[in-house]
């Protein structure tokens, strides 16, 4: 997490708005969902990362190394299509592996689409914008707040393991579990207490419910709104000319 928000401040696309990239990711987000799994997901997901490496600059180690995570439970998740379970027991499932093939692919195309925007658009940026929306200002308060304890708590579990490593906590398998019980009660009791801390800061600055927020101006240029569907478009139209292709649909 800290990682995609250190890239959304340093990419270039920074001073876009975010409507404009919302424009983009939703797009893709759609084709990743509504179009056929083959040959749609591999068309959206090749062009999600054309345009995060290349159009958005996105670091490419980090884009990678930040959906290594969510694309492993994806396939982990998809592994239980493969079997059935009826009253004789554990049974290889009839079109399992082209059902978690279909599942692996979407979420891998969805997935990218997300990361896209978010490596591109900090959430500073987002929810004070969204705040200003009828409906919107309780779950963008919610939605703050949740982001904020979250800092916290991985901002404490890399202090600890840092100041864990400086007293060579990792040398041997029997230190690296002693650090491990360590690290989860160390943090626990951290970031119960700068959790309490920030509450408290809350309440000594009069917080009602709301948080008062200067959101800085960002232009919301018409050529990149209108280019921003256009990878989207792309997608779906790559998607319909290969499904005509006979043997490809």
Known sequence: MLAIDAAAYRSPWRRRHPAAKAVLAGTLLLCALVLPPWPGAPITAAITLAVALGWARVPPRAFLRSARAPLAF??????????????????????????????????????LS?????????????????????????????????????????????AVRRAQADRLGALSWRARWRSVTGLAAQVFVLSFERARRLEDGLRDRGYTGGLAVSVGTLPLRGRFLALAPLPGVAAAVLTVALSLVPGLG
């Open 74 to 111: 994806v396939v982990t998740g998809s592994l239980t299509f493969l079997v059935s379970v009826d009253t004789s027991g554990l049974a290889w499932a009839p079109g399992g592996a082209a059902r978690a093939g279909e599942v692996i692919g979407r979420c891998a195309a969805a997935v």
């Open 114 to 158: 997300q990361l896209l925007f978010a490596m591109t658009t900090p959430l500073a940026d987002v929810l004070p914008r969204l705040a200003r929306r009828r409906g919107l200002a309780g779950l963008a308060e919610v939605a703050g707040l949740v982001y904020r304890m979250l800092s916290v708590v991985l901002e404490t579990v890399d």
